[in-house]
């Protein structure tokens, strides 16, 4: 009886292996991909790009990427042949935040300024310990000067509305698993 259930388990461990070898073939795998992107042969100060399958269609299995001063780097993007979109608009509105930011800002340092005089007419002294309110505060202090710094690029920057949909853009890489380092994506406004 022990030599009939060899056979079997033997069957069963191997067919498992190759279910488990052929979702391991790299089909539908994702990798990393870094690169430079410039607009007339120079680099684009602050922009979005975006990988995108045409297979699985719009949104599903796409990778997305902020490029700064030119450079980007993204990760889980898909593999085989793939459509990239580069665009400023998607980082425009993130850029509806400067007010808001603005105004948070303002609030706290006024009520800290109040809290500070109410305690010090009562002749309190704060046991508080801010340094987790100054960490927040600094944090957001951080993330305004980066979006000014992007405004302030973008402005300047348009990219041609060809590069920004993935039915019109003439940008097709190949992408291998792993590591993938692109050649210059170059664009043009002409």
Do not use: H, W
């Not at 388990?9 to 191997?14: K, S």
């Not at 006024?110 to 305690?119: G, V």
């Not at 992007?150 to 039915?167: F, G, L, N, R, W």
């Amino acid at each position: 009886m022990r030599i009939s259930r060899f056979p079997r388990c033997l069957f069963v461990i191997l067919g498992s292996l190759a279910l488990l070898s052929a979702g391991c073939s790299g089909k539908g795998g994702k990798a990393e991909v870094t690169g430079k992107v410039t607009l007339d042969g120079k680099p684009l100060g602050y922009g979005s790009i975006r990988f995108v399958n045409p297979g699985t269609g719009k949104e599903k299995g796409d990778a997305n990427a902020d490029i700064e001063d030119g450079e980007f780097s993204a990760k889980k993007v898909p593999v085989g042949e793939i459509k990239v979109t580069v665009d400023t608009e998607s980082l425009r509105a993130r850029l509806a935040d400067i007010p808001q930011l603005r105004q948070t800002l303002k609030t706290q340092e006024e009520n800290d300024k109040k809290m500070a005089a109410m305690m010090q007419a009562k002749g309190l002294k704060s046991d508080i310990d801010d340094s987790a309110k100054k960490e927040s505060v600094d944090k957001m202090k951080a993330d305004l000067a980066k979006l000014e710094l992007i405004q302030k690029k973008i402005s300047a920057t348009a990219v041609p509305k060809k590069y920004q949909d993935e039915k019109t853009t003439p940008i097709t890489v190949t992408i291998k698993s792993g590591s993938n380092t692109l050649d210059t994506i170059e664009l043009s406004s002409k």
